[in-house]
């Protein structure tokens, strides 16, 4: 989605297919020893991980449009607002999913689906705290589109293929009217981030 914002077409994409357990064998582990997805080659035959590295990698070659801040002062706020989102709901979306759902059990063996619940409540509680963000602010960081909508979007995507979380049947209408607008936007719909089902 953040390639898809800047009209990045010229890197190709590779699948890695982790039903099969590839990115735990090699050469995936070469490109990233934590065994993780994404994973950025470069030219030069360096490999960079992590979703956040590679997001400030391609925003310095691809400047605009700019979606991680300009100046120290709004990269800083918009890297709160990013980490916000990880730590408090991917975290906690990623491990109720990834603990409850059988189509994850491949990935997280042994699964503790009572640990995946608690998560669960966990996340909804913090999305009750971005709903009420978003009735002061239009946008996850602010006043404009950045990398922690990208972020939030994503994560609430895979809540709701995989755990049928939609934010208004828990009375959060912000975050529902937040989430229509950014699913409005061209690079959701791209072939290169496929919406869940
Ligand atoms: N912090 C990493 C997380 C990467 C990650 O966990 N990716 C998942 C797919 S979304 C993965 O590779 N899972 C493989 C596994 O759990 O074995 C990032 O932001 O890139």
Redesign the pocket.
């Given at each position: 989605m953040f390639m898809a914002e800047k009209g990045i077409l010229d890197i190709a994409l590779v699948t890695v297919d982790?039903n099969q357990g590839e990115?735990?064998g090699q050469p995936h582990l070469a490109k990233n020893p934590m065994?993780?997805?994404?994973v950025l080659e470069l030219d030069d035959g360096r490999h960079l991980?992590?979703?956040?590295a590679i997001c400030h990698y391609l925003e310095g070659l691809y400047p605009t449009p700019n979606l991680m801040g300009l100046g120290f002062e709004e990269q800083a706020f918009i890297e709160m607002a990013d980490r916000h989102i990880e730590w408090n709901l991917l975290l906690h979306f990623a491990s109720a999913i990834r603990h409850t759902h059988p189509g994850l059990a491949v990935?997280e063996k042994p699964q503790f689906p009572d640990f995946g619940a608690s998560q669960q409540a966990k996340a909804i509680a913090a999305a009750g705290i971005f709903d009420k963000l978003l009735q002061r602010q239009p946008f996850m960081a602010g006043q404009r589109f950045t990398i922690a909508d990208i972020t939030a979007f994503c994560c609430l995507d895979f809540a709701r293929g995989l755990l049928k979380f939609v934010p208004a049947e828990h009375g959060l209408h912000a975050l529902q009217d937040w989430r229509t607008r950014v699913a409005a936007r061209a690079s959701a719909a791209s072939p290169r981030a496929p919406l869940l089902p």
């Open positions: 982790l990115h735990r065994g993780r997805v994404p991980s992590e979703s956040r990935l």
